[in-house]
C-alpha cells in the first residue's frame, strides 16, 4: 500500500540513486535499453540539442521487457528516436544484451567492429538507474569518462499505467540492494550508501516492497 511514509521512504531511494551530473559534449550518447521509452525520447533530445553526433541503443530483451515485448529494447528505442527526427544513419543498434554489464560489454565490442573509439560518453538511463548504471560503465571501462542522464521527469510525476508505482519503488529497492551486492561480484565499482539511505531501503522492504530483491 501506498502511503505518505512509503513515498518519503521511496524519494530518498529516488534522489539517492541520481547521480546529479552536468551535461557536456561528448562523443556519442550512450541509450541503456529499459521498459520505459521515455529514455529513448530523452536520448533524441540530447542529439537535436547538440550534446553528441552519434546514438547508441543497447538492449536485447531483459528481466521486465522480455515478458513484455518481441522486438528488442534496442530496435523499440531507435524506432522512437527515427520518429522523434533522428536521421537512422548517425544510430548504432547493440541489440543482443540482457542487462547493464552486457549493455557495456555488448557495446565495446559494437564499437570495436566498426572501428570507433569514443573517449566521452553521455549514458541515458531510467531515472532511478543512473547511479547503477555509472558503476557498472566504470568497473567495464575505467578508462573512458561519462556523463549519466536521465528523462527530466520528478519521482511525484514517473509512475504512469506502464509503471505504475508500486512497481517503480520495487524496482529502486531492488537496485539499490544491487549496489550494495555486486561490486563484491565484480559487476560495478562501489558506491557509497549513507546510513539514511540503507535505512529507507530496509524500511520499505520491511513494508513489503521486495518483489524485485536478489536472493
Same mark, same amino acid.
Given at each position: ?8 521512504? @521511496? ?53 521486465? !521487457? ?7 529494447? @534496442? ?12 536521421? &537512422? ?36 538511463? &531510467? ?7 555509472? @558503476? ?58 549513507? !546510513? ?9 522492504? @520491511?513494508?513489503?516492497?521486495? &518483489?524485485?530483491?536478489?536472493?
Amino acid at each position: 500500500m501506498i502511503t505518505d511514509q512509503v513515498l518519503q521512504l @521511496a524519494q530518498k531511494l529516488w534522489d539517492y540513486h541520481h547521480m546529479q551530473h552536468t551535461l557536456q559534449k561528448a562523443d556519442c550518447i550512450l541509450t541503456l535499453g529499459s521498459h520505459d521509452t521515455r529514455v529513448a525520447e530523452r536520448a533524441a533530445e540530447l542529439y537535436h540539442q547538440g550534446w553528441a553526433p552519434i546514438l547508441i541503443f543497447s538492449g536485447g530483451l531483459g528481466r521486465l !521487457t522480455h515478458e513484455m515485448w518481441t522486438e528488442s529494447e @534496442a530496435e523499440r528505442f531507435a524506432r522512437i528516436a527515427i520518429e522523434k527526427g533522428v536521421p &537512422k544513419e548517425v544510430i548504432l543498434l547493440e541489440d543482443q544484451s540482457t542487462n547493464t554489464g552486457e549493455n557495456i560489454l555488448f557495446t565495446q565490442q559494437l564499437l570495436k567492429n566498426n572501428k570507433f573509439d569514443f573517449n566521452t560518453f553521455i549514458v541515458v538511463q &531510467k531515472p532511478y538507474m543512473e547511479r547503477r548504471s555509472f @558503476a557498472t560503465f566504470k568497473k567495464h571501462w575505467p578508462d573512458k569518462e561519462l556523463i549519466v542522464t536521465s528523462p527530466q521527469i520528478p519521482f511525484t510525476e514517473y509512475a504512469n499505467d506502464e509503471i505504475p508505482l508500486e512497481k517503480v519503488i520495487n524496482i529502486m529497492v531492488g537496485d539499490l540492494q544491487r549496489i550494495k551486492l555486486y561490486p563484491a561480484k565484480g559487476f560495478q565499482i562501489e558506491q557509497h550508501i549513507p !546510513t539514511n539511505i540503507w535505512q529507507a531501503y530496509e524500511a520499505l522492504v @520491511a513494508l513489503g516492497f521486495n &518483489k524485485q530483491l536478489v536472493h
